[in-house]
Antibody
Framework: QVLLVQSGAEVKKPGASMRVSCKAS????????ISWIRQAPGQGLEWMGWISAYNGNTDSAQKFQGRVTMTRDTSSSTVYMELRSLRSDDTAVYYC??????????????WGQGTLVTVSS | SYELTQPPSVSVSPGQTAIITCSGE??????ACWYQQKPGQSPVLVVYQGRQRPSGIPERFSGSNSGNSATLTISGTQAMDEADYYCQAWDSTTVVFGGGTKLTVL
């Protein structure tokens, strides 16, 4: 079965960087990209960006451009998301999702369990 | 920037039909999808490409889209369906989520 397993919770200070991993299994890793979506406490879902597992191409929401880096390691079927210059409003649960694009539709059919990142001094 | 609008809350009695709407410019052309999220859990895809249901999702969940709106319909709503529901669409440059609708089964 398809599984996305994320790294554990982190506590960071303002100005620091965070790095979350997402290890995929149960499918051919390079066949599907991975998106990152976050959810602040009590808030809705927010798409951050995407990485192609095939060639490493990335795309990110304008809000995060210049502050987010996504990479992948095909040998371990793992993708990574680094967010820099953390602020208190970056406190959120960060999810990875398997990215599907079909015709004019794009959706996330499997999700990781989420990683809580708390930014606090 | 593209926006999707959902009602903050919808209430339904057990066994009745719940209808959750999502509106956005030309949303019908974008074949929205829907996610269910229960407290403390990751979102689960319940409808994709406007009206397709992933395997394992009960038949009582259905989606439709037309014009500037998309609709998630839950027929014969059960207590277990109480959750937050999010619509999501793609405008070829970015992925957008609606603000979410809390479904209460009274």
């Amino acid at each position: 079965q398809v599984l996305l397993v994320q790294s554990g919770a982190e506590v960071k200070k303002p100005g620091a960087s965070m790095r979350v991993s997402c290890k995929a299994s149960g499918y051919t890793f390079i066949n599907h990209g991975i998106s990152w979506i976050r959810q602040a406490p009590g808030q809705g879902l927010e798409w951050m960006g995407w990485i192609s597992a095939y060639n490493g191409n990335t795309d990110s929401a304008q809000k995060f451009q210049g502050r987010v880096t996504m990479t992948r390691d095909t040998s371990s079927s793992t993708v990574y998301m680094e967010l820099r210059s953390l602020r208190s409003d970056d406190t959120a649960v960060y999810y990875c999702g398997r990215d599907r694009v079909e015709k004019s539709s794009r959706y996330f059919d499997y999700w990781g369990q989420g990683t809580l990142v708390t930014v606090s001094s | 920037s593209y926006e999707l609008t959902q009602p903050p809350s919808v209430s339904v009695s057990p066994g009745q039909t719940a209808i959750i709407t999502c509106s956005g410019e030309k949303l019908g052309e974008k074949k929205a999808c829907w996610y269910q999220q229960k407290p403390g859990q990751s979102p689960v895809l319940v409808v994709y490409q406007g009206r397709q249901r992933p395997s394992g999702i009960p038949e009582r969940f259905s989606g439709s889209n037309s014009g500037n709106s998309a609709t998630l319909t839950i027929s014969g709503t059960q207590a277990m369906d109480e959750a937050d529901y999010y619509c999501q669409a793609w405008d070829s440059t970015t992925v957008v989520f609606g603000g979410g609708t809390k479904l209460t089964v009274l």
